[in-house]
């Protein structure tokens, strides 16, 4: 076997040895005589190989040029344009490709364009590419050199018209995604470089295989003023990017978001149980709120005014203190509302108790504003790491899914009030003198827990109560019956 033939069959490139043997002649020749067939051989082999990588998600703006396969999950529409200094316009079409680790915009120009609109290249085929990667308007891009169809190739991604959150990857453009408004946030203004004022705007939104930040710029930022939260809305044309390690939709002038009248999609969230979380740990906790206290307002350190509100939610493993912060602050929640606080900071809070902060990258929902709760899956008492780094596991919502048991609460101080004292937890005192019938009272509050024991919230005091009636979570009821061993064992319930 000759020098050719040993670098050849080392060699990792799809290229043919009749093809390299090419290669390597006119190598030879460039150089003059200064390299012989083995040397030659060896610079035309990492010619074909310093570029080529191994999935789309190795793609980079940055890289002089690459290679890599790829499939075609939809084609644009070929658009034309007037070129400087040129009489003939310009031809652009726009392919959305991928692999199993994520998509990217190819970019066909002119002729290549041309033949792309013709039919050339269908949505399914599997393309060999060659190109120039670059950071375009709606993210990464390239801009093809070459690109032929692989018929032995096989890509396991399908095409489709939409999207579900949880399939979004960083770099995809011409995004279309379904979701419920779970938030939204007010247009702000900034000054560009160029002197001119910029507009965005924020809102999240959830399907049932999870949630997404989704950014507004400009004169689409006006929309998130005409949603409420709990409508159903459709982004279309959008683009994925990377915010402090998150993904976000971005919708530009060539994108919107429409709400959708017949929209059928739910959010179904998984929380970390309340009794679970750690310090320092960001995480989703959900519940019923217990109490709420009024918004208070503050001077920063930059002379400008915050506002902060401080509510307590608890689930069926305990309860916790969660600061409201800035716009959140103004959300009318009272006890009974059953919430979902995503991304919030678990720190330490009043009297060496863990609270919540929910800040600006926070996510507060109201479930009866759109969102509905979905049983999440059995996990082990650790609570394992889910894949986007939150905890999964129990929810700690399961108590208040309906009327089914939920098991009593995990935290010896569940009746603590916001301020940290000890409420009038019915039962927590015996009765004067001491009757072991217990002393007869009557008590009007909010279900907060269902299940075994009933928890009542009337905004001031939190009972216990012992009851076989069946109630439903936010429901107003009045019980009347005795006080024994620490909770109300009801003989009326209306």
């Known amino acids: 076997m000759g020098a050719i033939e040993d670098v050849y069959a080392d060699l990792d490139a799809d290229v043919s040895e009749a093809d390299f043997r090419e290669a390597v002649e006119e190598k030879v020749e460039q150089m003059g005589g200064l390299a012989d067939e083995e040397t030659a051989a060896m610079l035309i082999a990492h010619e074909l190989t310093e570029n080529e990588v191994q999935t789309v998600a190795d793609v980079a703006a940055g890289m002089e040029e690459v290679r890599f396969l790829a499939k075609v999950l939809s084609v644009g529409d070929l658009r034309t344009f007037e070129r400087d200094g040129d009489d003939e316009d310009g031809r652009v079409i726009n392919v959305e490709a991928a692999d199993e680790t994520g998509s990217l915009r190819l970019t066909f120009w002119d002729g290549e364009a041309v033949a792309v609109d013709e039919g050339e290249v269908e949505v399914g085929d599997v393309l060999r590419v060659k190109g120039r990667p670059q950071e375009g308007y709606n993210g990464l891009e390239v801009s093809v050199d070459q690109a032929e169809h692989d018929l032995d190739a096989s890509i396991d991604v399908e095409p489709g018209d939409g999207e579900t959150i949880d399939a979004l990857t960083l770099g995809q453009s011409n995004v279309n995604v379904e979701g419920v408004v779970l938030d939204t946030e007010p247009v702000r203004t900034f000054d560009r470089d160029d002197g001119s004022e910029g507009r965005v705007a924020n809102l999240a ?29 459709e982004v279309v044309e959008g683009y994925v990017r990377e915010r402090d390690g998150d993904l976000e939709v971005h919708v530009g002038e060539e994108g919107t978001i429409d709400e959708l009248e017949d929209g059928d999609v739910e959010y179904a969230p998984e929380t970390t149980p309340i009794g679970a979380v750690e310090l320092d740990e960001t995480v989703d906790i959900g519940g019923v709120v217990r109490s709420t206290d009024p918004k208070r307002t503050f001077d920063r350190d930059d002379g400008s005014e915050g506002q902060v509100k401080n509510i307590r939610i608890q689930d069926d493993t305990g309860d916790i203190r969660v600061a409201l912060w800035g716009e959140k602050a103004d959300r009318d929640l009272a006890p009974g509302d059953e919430v979902v606080c995503a991304d919030v900071e678990i720190q330490d809070g009043w009297q060496d108790d863990l609270e919540a902060s929910a800040g600006w990258g926070s996510t507060v929902v109201v479930l009866e504003d759109g969102a509905s709760m979905a049983g999440t899956p059995d996990a082990d008492d650790s609570g394992g790491d889910s894949s986007d780094g939150h905890q999964s596991g129990s929810t700690g919502l399961s108590a208040f899914a309906g009327d089914g048991d939920g098991g009593e609460t995990a935290s010896d101080d569940a009746g603590k009030s916001e301020a940290g004292g000890e409420s009038d937890v019915a039962g927590d005192e015996e009765t004067a003198d001491g009757d072991a019938e217990g002393e007869r009272v009557e008590f009007t509050g909010t279900v907060v827990q ?45």
């Open 450 to 494: 269902t299940g075994d024991p009933v928890i009542l919230d009337d905004g001031e005091q939190t009972v216990t109560v012992d009851t076989g009636e069946s109630v439903r979570l936010g429901e107003e009821v009045t019980i009347r019956g005795r006080r024994r061993d620490g909770e109300i064992d009801a003989e009326e319930l209306f």
């Open 205 to 233: 939104i959830g399907d049932e295989t999870g949630r997404v930040r989704v950014t507004l710029w400009d004169e689409r930022a006006d929309r998130v003023e005409e949603i409420d939260a709990g409508a159903t809305v």
